[in-house]
């Protein structure tokens, strides 16, 4: 009992340990995020009131005497902000937010973003070049066949290259990286003709294969045993072409060249996005619910404290996919969000005149509420739905 309760006690401090390094991640980001802001509002002059990390009233606060700039440290690490001077206001200073020319706020507000996209591809091609990409490894490999239909089938006995344990690196030239989207193998094998050249990892040794598409035979478990126990496996032949294998559970890392890693860096950000679209196809053609695909704050930290429990590679592919996610949704056109706030500076560019700055900043003020609320109800859902 009492090793018991010890045991909970460790796991729960671990936990604890978890989440803090989470909302540290997380805190990071943010800054990140809000440096981008005021680095180019110095850049350009912009009057900045305040920097602060975190929510909630000051615990921490320094006033810079000589700009009258505010750095505080607030209690609550789920975001932050850099506040310019004469954001949802008139006013006469010319160094107020408002009264700069329209293309240095556009700059100005893309730059959060734009560090968010920043650090995450430093991070990754560092961590590609100093530890290595993913790539898929073959777990089980299937019998070909001769096939005819699902009854009438012969076995090809040479048939097939691949083995258990072999690293695929390319197919018909094209890398089969897999860190972010576990799809791309077979995709690359889908779109190819029946006639492949694969290059795999054997042993330490690269190897180049010829490999032709067949149908192949796999088995599943029927749920039921023989009379000696044993499981009654059922045979099932593919209806469509291809290597017959399953990968395995763990993927291989392999360093790339720094040169490489920088090119790998950029395609992590590209298939960041391609899944994000995925992701949303999916959401509004209602084959995945949007509790089970978007959270709010909640959501974010407990995906970030089990990264950090399985280790460090995790935590470095999930910072870099949350860092590139704040960036994407941050330049969205939604209310309170910098990419509203440019699609405003926009209109007063084509019109020639600002929406009046009292409606302005009522909509981001509503829509922030609205996300606000919107963030807790998915966490609820996300939890308790």
């Known amino acids: ?19 803090l390094v989470a909302l540290l991640c997380l805190m ?29 009233p000051k615990i921490f606060s320094k006033t810079n005497k000589k700009t009258g700039e505010v750095f505080s440290i607030r209690p609550f690490p789920f975001g932050g902000f850099c506040a310019f001077g004469g954001e949802d206001e008139e006013s006469s200073d010319p160094h107020d937010f408002n009264n700069r020319p329209i293309w240095q706020r556009i700059i100005v507000l893309f730059a959060g973003a734009g560090f968010n996209f920043l650090s995450a591809f430093i991070v990754i091609t560092i961590f590609f070049s100093a530890y290595g990409e993913y790539f898929p490894v073959v777990g089980e490999v299937y ?7 699902e009854e009438n089938y012969q076995i ?8 258990k344990g072999d690293v695929i690196l390319s197919v018909n030239g094209k890398e089969a990286y897999s860190m972010l989207d576990g799809t791309r193998l077979s ?22 294969l010829e490999v032709q598409k067949q149908y192949y035979l796999s088995y599943t478990d029927s749920g039921e045993t023989d009379e000696n126990g044993d499981k009654i496996l059922v045979e099932n032949v593919s209806k469509s072409k291809g290597l017959g294998m399953a990968l395995s559970s763990t993927f291989s890392a392999q360093k790339l060249s720094f040169g490489k890693a920088l090119g790998h860096g950029a395609m992590f950000g590209y298939d960041v996005l391609r899944v994000t679209g995925k992701s949303l196809k999916l959401i509004f053609n209602g084959t995945v619910s949007v509790s089970e695909s978007v959270g709010g704050t909640a959501t974010s930290i407990s995906l970030l404290a089990y990264s950090v429990r399985r280790g460090f590679p995790y935590i470095v592919g999930i910072f870099c996919i949350f860092s ?5 949704m941050n330049v969205m056109p939604l209310p309170a969000l910098d990419g509203a706030r440019i699609v405003f500076a926009i209109i007063e560019g084509i019109r020639r005149k600002p929406i009046n700055r009292k409606v302005e900043g009522t ?15 998915l966490d609820l859902l996300h939890f308790f739905g």
């Not at 009992?1 to 989440?19: D, Q």
């Not at 090809?156 to 290259?161: A, G, K, T, V, Y």
């Not at 690359?188 to 180049?208: C, F, P, W, Y």
């Not at 590139?324 to 994407?328: D, L, M, T």
Request: glycine fraction near 8%.
């Open 28 to 56: 990071l980001m943010v800054v990140l995020h809000e440096l981008g802001h005021y680095t180019f509002g110095k850049i350009f002059k912009f009057k900045i009131n305040e920097f602060a990390i975190g929510f909630g």
């Open 1 to 19: 009992m009492i090793l018991t309760l010890a045991i909970s006690g460790i796991e729960v401090l671990k936990w604890i340990g978890y989440i």
């Open 156 to 163: 090809i006995e040479d048939s097939q290259q691949l083995k």
């Open 143 to 149: 019998q070909h066949v001769e096939y005819v239909d």
């Open 187 to 208: 995709e690359l094998i889908a779109d190819s003709d029946d006639n492949l050249t694969v290059i795999v990892l054997r042993a330490g040794e690269k190897k180049t």
């Open 363 to 377: 909509v981001h003020f509503v829509g922030l509420i609205v996300l606000i609320a919107l963030a807790i109800l």
């Open 324 to 328: 590139v996610s704040i960036g994407i």
